[in-house]
């Protein structure tokens, strides 16, 4: 790398982190928790099998058929530095971001061997707003790697053409093809990217053909495999399945006009975006008429007219990435901020090549700086969407009110916060859109259960059971057996639970339910067993089960599990037993997420035992829960941690 773009380089890394600096203290939402907080793939070994073996979305009721094992990958190491701290999982992303761009400016310098366009067009990219759902958002990260991956093979593919150590570069190139691969499946294009870059830069000879044949063979041998053996079942098809095709590429015109839109003035951004489609005559007649007109002219500029090789090459980039994107394919939606990504880069370059070739040089500089001050200021606002989750979701709503998913993840932050009414009638909504979400009916057959509403539970358990797939049927069985708790029917309460285990065994919270049977029939002995056998992490002695019989004697400890695994835990830790407190208030969180006491006795805990980053973690999360923060978490944050 040349020496004079390492000023450059440093700029670009120095605005991407003033940009998003403020997502650091961003929570985890919507997804996340798929994909972070409920994945046990990234607790497990970095490089067990199972992460490239597994669709995304692992474990997840309705599946997926998204196969991007990087990015599960990159939440396993994550995870080993930062646990369930978002903050590390959002300083991830930032670098990411930081590095694509300056993939970017290499790339573009190569292409255009201009420092001042080059630098325009990345410092562009790096600030597009419509990126913010990629950065900002912790699920969002395959865009980043996949163009890391793509933007780097391009880059070494490039120079392996010209270099003495070409043989090497080619390999690396290979490699970060694969990686690509891993990332997204949108990489399944690259090849015609090679393709086109030898045809317009004149390098399409027999050497040029030869180096196409690897990449198009480890292309063809992924597709193999992602309908074969790697080709995952879903509950829950693409949103656009049911739509004919016809439909969706008549509103191809409006969904690449849409998109030019939003990259030349990027306001009213939000996720889950739903696109009007024409349904007259001359709804269709004008949207071909576009179509036609939008291949006409992509047909004259591929002519390579002039000798022009830029130009043409970032046309054929643009309509490469974003086609696949753009509802042609049975995707989720038609629309949607993030698949813009690698795309916008052409945009970006032309109009720094605008700019540049009309423009004198001072007032080249004035008006790139405001476009891109202008971008900064819109991106720095848009990362503010992801502070709060009731602000985001109701966002989402507010602009496409048929999001199912975001009615269903907003009626959960109102049950979080305690509003049971609220969170019932954003459930009923979600069902109301979509009415085989079975999330939703779960999410309102617990709300249901939680408000004694016993009748209404039970049917909505009934639906969630048809519904579900075969990994959630201990679960389900242990809400039902919940439900023949509460009405009295203790046999058939028992037999669910015994049958929710022997479905699922890791459903520890069952074990309680069971002792809790056994304690109604007076039998203690067993009721103590069932609790030891809902903490497999903690060595049984005398003495855990000596405390586990004294808060058993406590009618009230038993009626709620998050209270007396909460309590134990703290019997535990004035033993100095902190390792097994802490599992004990884990078992208590895992009941009730939002436990702002669980999570402040479990971050003494891992402060004890001196994992000071998992501690920091919980007691911030006990700021959080809590309805008006958490006094001595915040205390203990403020004398013990922050004054240091």
């Known amino acids: 790398m040349k020496k004079k773009l390492i000023p450059p380089l440093l700029l670009i890394i120095a605005v991407v982190f003033a940009a998003y600096f403020h997502s650091l203290s961003n929570p985890f939402i919507w997804d996340d928790e798929a994909l972070v907080l409920k994945n046990p793939l990234i607790r497990t070994s970095i490089l067990t099998p199972k992460i490239f073996t597994s669709d995304l979305y692992n474990g997840i009721s309705a599946g997926s058929n998204f196969y991007r094992p990087l990015q599960t990958l990159s939440y396993a190491l994550d995870y080993k530095l930062w646990r369930f701290d978002p903050l590390g999982y959002h300083l991830t992303n930032i670098i990411l971001q930081a590095a694509a761009s300056c993939l970017v400016l290499i790339l573009f310098f190569i292409l255009t061997r201009n420092p001042a366009i080059s630098l325009t067009a990345s410092l562009l990219f790096a600030l597009n707003p419509l990126s913010a759902e990629a950065v900002a958002y912790v699920s969002g990260r395959a865009?980043?790697?996949?163009?890391?991956?793509?933007?780097?093979?391009?880059?070494?593919?490039?120079?392996?053409?010209d270099s003495r150590y070409g043989v090497y570069l080619?390999?690396?190139?290979?490699?970060?093809?694969?990686?690509g691969l891993l990332s997204k499946e949108l990489a399944l294009v690259f090849p015609l990217v090679l393709f086109a870059y030898l045809f317009y830069f004149k390098r399409l000879d027999a050497k040029g053909r030869l180096s196409l044949i690897p990449f198009f063979l480890?292309?063809?041998a992924y597709l193999i495999l992602r309908l074969t053996v790697l080709k995952f079942l879903t509950l829950r098809p693409p949103a656009l399945t049911d739509v004919p095709f016809y439909l969706r590429i008549s509103v191809l015109p409006e969904v690449l006009l849409t998109y030019f839109r939003l990259l030349l003035l990027p306001v009213d951004l939000h996720m889950s975006r739903t696109l009007v489609r024409p349904t007259s005559f001359f709804g269709f007649f004008f949207a071909w008429l576009a179509l036609g007109l939008i291949v006409a002219w992509c047909i004259k500029i591929f002519r390579n007219e002039k000798g022009r090789k830029v130009f043409?090459?970032?046309?054929?980039?643009?309509?490469?990435?974003?086609?696949?994107?753009?509802?042609?394919l049975a995707i989720n939606?038609?629309?949607?901020?993030?698949?813009?990504?690698?795309?916008?880069?052409s945009l970006f370059l032309g109009l720094a090549f605008i700019l540049h070739k009309y423009l004198k040089p001072k007032l080249f500089i004035i008006i790139s700086s405001v476009f891109i001050l202008f971008y900064g200021l819109l991106t720095t606002s848009r990362v503010y969407d992801w502070k709060d989750p009731l602000v985001f979701y109701r966002k989402i709503i507010r602009y496409s009110p048929d999001s199912f998913q975001a009615h269903n993840n907003l009626g959960l932050q109102y049950e979080f916060r305690g509003d049971l009414e609220a969170a019932a009638g954003e459930y009923k909504k979600a069902i109301a859109i979509k009415p085989d979400l079975l999330e939703a009916h779960s999410n309102l057959a617990n709300l249901y259960f939680k408000k004694g509403m016993i009748a209404e539970a039970k049917r909505e358990y009934a639906v969630v059971e048809k519904l579900a797939p075969a990994?959630?049927?201990?679960?389900?069985q242990n809400n039902m057996g919940c439900v023949y708790e509460v009405e009295g029917n203790l046999e058939e309460a028992l037999k669910r639970y015994r049958l929710a285990l022997r479905l699922d065994p890791s459903l520890n919270f069952a074990h309680f339910?069971?002792?809790?049977?056994y304690l109604a029939r007076n039998d203690k002995e067993n009721a103590v067993k069932e609790i030891l056998k809902s903490l497999p992490e903690v060595h049984p002695s005398g003495g855990i089960s000596q405390l586990i019989r004294e808060l058993l004697s406590s009618p009230g400890k038993v009626a709620d599990g998050a209270v007396f695994y909460n309590d134990l835990g703290v019997r535990l830790g004035r033993d100095g037993d902190f390792s097994e407190a802490s599992q004990a208030f884990k078992r208590s969180l895992e009941l009730r997420p939002m436990y702002a006491d669980a999570h402040f006795n479990l971050g003494l805990a891992y402060w004890n035992m001196g994992r000071r980053r998992e501690a920091i973690f919980e007691l911030r999360e006990a700021v959080r829960s809590g309805p008006s923060g958490h006094r001595q978490a915040e205390s203990f944050l403020k004398e013990s941690i922050y004054k240091k």
């Open 218 to 220: 480890i292309a063809a």
């Open 333 to 345: 939606a038609f629309v949607s901020e993030h698949f813009i990504y690698l795309s916008s880069l």
């Open 471 to 476: 990994e959630k049927a201990g679960e389900i």
């Open 143 to 161: 865009e980043m790697l996949l163009g890391i991956c793509l933007l780097a093979s391009l880059i070494l593919f490039v120079k392996s053409l």
């Open 312 to 328: 043409p090459f970032m046309v054929f980039w643009f309509f490469v990435f974003i086609l696949p994107q753009s509802g042609l």
């Open 513 to 517: 339910n069971i002792a809790r049977i």
């Open 170 to 179: 080619y390999i690396f190139s290979s490699l970060f093809f694969i990686l």
